[in-house]
């Protein structure tokens, strides 16, 4: 879970009357590098309960690294992912719990029909969940976030995947495990700015899109072709005219050639990028540093402090 100060007191209490209902439920924290006094707070917490369980990471590893750590030190039989500003509701997650249950599925998770978010947050988002639908390689679903419920057997195959560089969403529906969505109309933030600023956003989004599919490479290659052709058709009508007409065409002017090779070298360059991303990501990939260092845990029986997704 990813806390907020202000929240805490109103988290617990939500969190207190969800996890009363269920039998044999524990509430696992993950903090991510947090400079304020929550990990403090649920140290207290689970001083005082025992199924209260807290995972603190050395830094900041970010958010889809933080919700693999929570997932490493889980132990219960079905596991509810969500963030602890209050957007997650928790009283939604019991009922994604409800519905694993009594449909039979392995994951339930959750799809924002409507978000109380900025114009131009809720125009990124929207944005990128049609591209990232578009593009994949696999079948996905638009406005689904990291917010869901899943079965052990779901972990496991989580855990067993070899990717450092984690996009939990797009992992889920990787697996082909059944799943249900599950719709919501998100709230506001209970208090306080997003913390995922629109830089990392653009940082998930071109992550997501290029872990999971290889038509970006493709559009360029696409792209590269029709300039070709274009070029080339437009060469031999050209010399068509000059060698069996009497037409006599002047050179085209200065200002067309530059804004065709600023078009050209354009696409050129931004294919260029493209392919820096994937780079990118084979070149982290390769190092197989761990996903998430662990400084210390609370309520936790194992004291590891790597990742052990095998």
Known sequence: MLFLSSTRPL???RLQNVQNRP????????SDGSTDASSRFIEAWASEDPSVKLVVLTRNFGHQNAV?????????DCVGIMDADLQDEPEVLLDM???????????VYAVRTARRDTRLRRFFYFLFYRLYVYLADIPAQADS?????MSRRAVRVLLSLPEKLRFVRGLRAWTGLPS?????????????????SLRKLARLAFSGLTSFSTRPLRLGFICGTLLCLGALIGALTYL????FTDIHLTAPGFSTLVIALLFSNGLVFLYLGVLGEYIGQMFMEVKARPSFIVERTIN????????ERD
Request: hydrophobic content about 40%; glycine content about 10%; proline content about 6%.
């Open 11 to 13: 988290l617990r209490q």
């Open 23 to 30: 039998s044999h439920w524990e509430l696992l924290f993950v």
């Open 68 to 76: 693999s750590a929570g997932l490493v030190f889980a132990s219960g």
């Open 97 to 107: 719990y409800r519905t694993l249950r009594s449909d039979n599925v392995d994951i």
């Open 145 to 149: 976030g990291d917010f869901c419920v």
């Open 180 to 196: 249900k969505p599950f719709p919501i109309s998100r709230p506001a933030r209970a208090a306080g700015r997003p913390q995922y």
């Open 240 to 243: 068509g005219i000059a060698l």
């Open 300 to 307: 936790i029986e194992t004291t590891q402090g790597f990742d």
